[in-house]
């Protein structure tokens, strides 16, 4: 059943009390809260608009290789895995991310661990937070890939703004889906594409992100709320449900309105990198910009991180 546009502002505020107490704190959450009250040719209209007025790139000629990339990731809702990023960059990523201590946002009260430690088996996952992730080494090269910012500005219609960057860990021997680890949509922006790096190798065993091919593009449980794997194939059909492995450093883009998850690992700790692309900021990322613009990076693209 399509919920009424009451219960979809409902979504992320009960009352309209709080969604202008909301709007006062951080004006950010003004579009964040109300996006529940747009269905997907809403967006897909806004978007649009937003994408017409917004920054473009001069002389702007994405390659072939760039455009299919696109229409990839529009037609089914993600790209094909691309071939990993040079191994001494991933090298350097990892061991950065291994030395740096990380946390359950679930449970701040157990504070920061190393990443192979995870105080509780009750931990699914472990986090850094955005600034963290920012200032691992080749980061800002990660986040600025020529090929994927032209695939973006492409799909949107001008420049993208990179938004809520992270990294985690996905622990196995876990027996309960947490978080991620249910089919969900994300609603952060009115179009928003992630950019997924595994940084560690994922095969079936190692909680491969999962993808409902398609789904982006379908009114079916249009809502932000997590999904079981059973009302998923039931709406879909278990043959649109794709699991995606790759070696470490492999990357792929996908349009995360579609509904995806996180497989629970089998034997194996996964780390995953996620850069997300919108056309707004959302409440995610910092309200300030954290570090120094070191020469290079588009300041209208990194204007969230970078000053
Ligand atoms: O762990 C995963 O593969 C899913 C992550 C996810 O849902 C997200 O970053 O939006
Ligand atoms: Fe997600």
């Known amino acids: 059943m399509t919920p009424t546009f009451s219960e979809r502002l409902r979504t992320r505020v009960p009352s309209l009390k709080r969604l202008s107490e909301r709007a006062r704190e951080d004006k950010r959450h003004i579009a964040y809260d109300l996006l529940p009250t747009l269905g997907l040719p809403q967006r897909g209209g806004v978007a649009a608009l937003i994408g017409a007025l917004k920054p473009k790139t001069h002389d702007f000629a994405p390659s072939d290789q760039t455009r299919a990339l696109c229409h990839t990731l529009q037609q089914d809702g993600l790209t094909p895995v691309q071939p990993a990023i040079p ?4 090298k350097d990523v990892v061991d950065y991310f291994k030395a ?3 946390h359950d946002p679930f449970r701040p009260q157990v504070g920061k661990f190393g ?11 472990a986090y850094y937070t955005a600034e963290e992730t920012l200032r691992a080494p080749h980061m ?4 600025n890939r020529p090929d994927v910012l032209d695939a973006m500005e492409l799909h949107l219609g001008c420049k993208p703004v990179v938004d809520n960057i992270g990294a985690f860990w996905s622990y196995p021997q876990r027996h309960t889906a947490k978080g991620v680890q249910r089919f969900h949509r ?8 992630k950019l997924f790096y595994y940084l560690t190798e994922v095969d079936d065993d ?8 398609g789904s982006h593009h379908d009114r079916i449980l249009e809502t932000g709320k997590a999904q079981t794997d059973a009302a998923i194939t039931e709406a879909f059909g278990a043959d649109r ?3 995606i492995t790759g070696p470490a450093g492999s990357w792929f ?17 996964r780390l995953l990198l996620a850069i997300q692309y919108n056309l707004y900021a959302s409440p995610h990322c910092p309200k300030a910009p954290i570090m120094d613009n070191p020469g290079g990076c588009d300041p209208y693209i990194n204007r969230i991180f970078l000053r």
């Open 253 to 269: 883009l996908e349009d995360v309105y579609g509904f995806h998850k996180g497989q629970l690992p089998v034997n194996k700790p």
């Open 206 to 213: 190692a909680g491969p992100h999962m993808f409902v091919r």
């Open 87 to 90: 191994a001494d960059v991933l």
């Open 186 to 193: 994300d609603y952060d922006c009115v179009q928003n594409i």
């Open 100 to 102: 740096t201590p990380c």
């Open 241 to 243: 449900i794709t699991a």
């Open 140 to 143: 800002l090269d990660l986040m």
């Open 115 to 125: 990443w192979d430690t995870p105080p509780a088996d009750e931990i699914n996952m």
